[in-house]
């Protein structure tokens, strides 16, 4: 009987701390459950009471034990419910899990410093058959208030066997969800989107590391809802940073219509070690600082249409992502300058019911160097998409394609897709995190993709795919550097499997 007390205890303690708080976090549940708990438990209290008075004297029976033992179960799994509707209520959690296998062929490549600078190689060929990746990412969203809510991702992302992983230049803050690496956990995305109220006009707030990954058109070849701000061809990099959106449907009368203002931190600059002063700045590249503007709305007369007209502007583009003097004798971070970015894009989905879905998307650039550079053993002096940073250089793609859905019910509507890109010689945006092996929106030269998606259910499907790009020019990606003439080629077969619950 004391165990049975001891218990009831411990419950009514737990109930009256709902309320209260929990190491400083307030649980909750309804009124009417709370107030139903706290009469049962009332109740039990009372038969308890009644069973002691009569223990001296009437030795309570085996049923009446066991049915107050049953009653006071009861009363845990009804807590255990409340507790875990209370934990979801706060927290939802979703995962993905993506596995890939890439057979890739290369000719008239070279090794990679023959890639970067045009040089001749006789390695000149070559081929992986067998390149596998897993990538698991865990999913977060929460309702906290009717004007605040939270959203984050983690991500894991690595090849199968892979223990020869090192860092460089190419896995920095902005790319590293993104790129494969290793087992470690990696940040994507953490952020509110605050809606202040009583405000003159509809205003909403996005605060931390925000949504600017895997942006329009990426959503049709993966399968799923719109995941970005941004068009993937400017930007796909992992940012922290600050975003206001106006929504402007009331005044405009097109749906979706809104202004947006972003600020973000694309490279900081510091010391990056463990003494007292590693907060100051390194006095090398400096903060590299994004500014941009977006105009987005549907289309008049076509329902599921985008249109974005973009603009940004980085300031103080630094010679590396990554940072200065690091193991490999590369050189001091410098700050090479600005860059401007302006792109159009359009999408609409499903064209009058027809199951075809299409976009274009066209971006240009523009560099404003300052006329210093970095060099670099083995690749020579790299300034702002020249080699001595002195000359402003402007560039342009266009980036193009369809989904169809199949009408074939009984394979679930597969969808087939073709995209294709062209880059110019001194094209460039900020594509850093793609996610492929190779980032074929940063190609200066053409590409041409093809892709099959058969569903399996809702949480489960396949794509197929085969990708051709033809290099014009060498640095592609590159901020850095003179781009020169090539006869690089690149073509890949590749076969994923994607699950989300």
């Excluded at 107050?68 to 209370?86: A, F, G, P, S």
């Excluded at 199968?160 to 230049?169: N, P």
């Excluded at 895997?214 to 970005?228: A, C, F, V």
Aim: glycine share 8%; net charge negative.
């Amino acid at each position: 009987m004391k165990k049975t007390l001891l218990s009831l205890g411990v419950m009514l303690v737990w109930a009256s701390s709902a309320f209260a708080g929990v190491g400083g976090e307030t649980v909750t549940m309804p009124a009417d459950v709370y107030k139903a708990i706290l009469e049962r438990l009332d109740s039990l209290q009372k038969r308890v009471d009644d069973l002691e008075q009569e223990e001296a004297t009437v030795q309570p029976t085996r049923e009446q034990y066991d049915k107050l033992t049953q009653d006071v179960d009861n009363i845990y799994d009804t807590l255990d419910e409340v507790e875990t509707k209370t934990l979801q209520d706060r927290i939802n959690f979703g995962a993905e899990l993506r596995t890939r296998v890439d057979n890739y062929k290369f000719d008239n490549m070279g090794t990679r410093t023959d890639l970067l600078t045009g040089a001749q190689s006789t390695n000149d060929a070559g081929h992986d058959d067998n390149n596998w990746s897993n990538r698991f990412r865990l999913n977060m969203d929460a309702e906290i208030s009717n004007s605040l809510s939270f959203h984050g991702r983690l991500a894991v992302y690595k090849n199968w066997g892979d223990s020869d992983y090192t860092e460089t230049d190419l896995y920095v803050d902005i790319n590293q969800a993104h790129r494969p690496g290793t087992t470690s956990v990696k940040l994507d995305r953490a952020y509110i989107d605050w809606i202040p109220q009583g405000m003159p006009v509809p205003l909403a707030l996005t605060i931390g590391r925000h949504p600017s990954t895997e942006g329009p058109p990426y959503e049709l070849k993966e399968n799923r809802l719109r995941q970005s701000t941004y068009p993937a061809l400017l930007i796909d990099l992992e940012t922290d940073g600050i975003v206001g959106t106006i929504g402007l449907e009331q005044y405009t009368g097109l749906k979706n219509s809104a202004f947006r203002l972003a600020y973000g931190i694309g490279y900081h600059s510091d010391f990056d070690n463990s003494d007292s002063f590693s907060f100051l700045d390194d006095d090398e590249a400096g903060d590299s600082t994004m500014f941009a503007s977006f105009l987005e709305s549907e289309m008049p007369g076509l329902p599921g249409s985008l249109a974005i007209l973009s603009y940004v502007h980085i300031d103080d583009v630094p010679s590396s992502f990554r940072g200065p003097n690091d193991d490999d004798g590369n050189p001091a971070n410098v700050n090479l300058g600005d860059l401007d970015l302006y792109g159009i894009h359009l999408q609409v989905d499903d064209l009058k019911k027809s199951g075809f879905d299409l976009f274009v998307s066209w971006g240009a650039s523009r560099s404003d160097p300052n006329g210093k550079f970095a060099t670099y053993p083995g690749y020579g002096d790299m300034g702002l998409l020249t080699a001595d940073g002195q000359d402003r250089k402007s560039g342009s793609s266009l980036y193009a394609g369809l989904r169809y859905k199949l009408p074939i019910e009984m394979l679930n509507h597969p969808k087939i897709g073709f995209e294709y890109n062209h880059g110019s010689k001194y094209w460039i945006s900020m594509g850093n995190a793609s996610s492929e092996l190779y980032n074929k929106l940063a190609t200066r030269g053409d590409v041409y993709e093809i892709y099959y998606i058969q569903p399996i259910s809702r949480h489960l499907f396949f794509r197929a795919g085969y990708t051709s790009i033809d290099y014009d020019y060498t640095l592609s990606g590159y901020h850095t550097g003179q781009p020169v003439s090539t006869d690089a080629e690149l073509e890949n077969y590749y076969l994923l499997m994607d699950c989300r619950f």
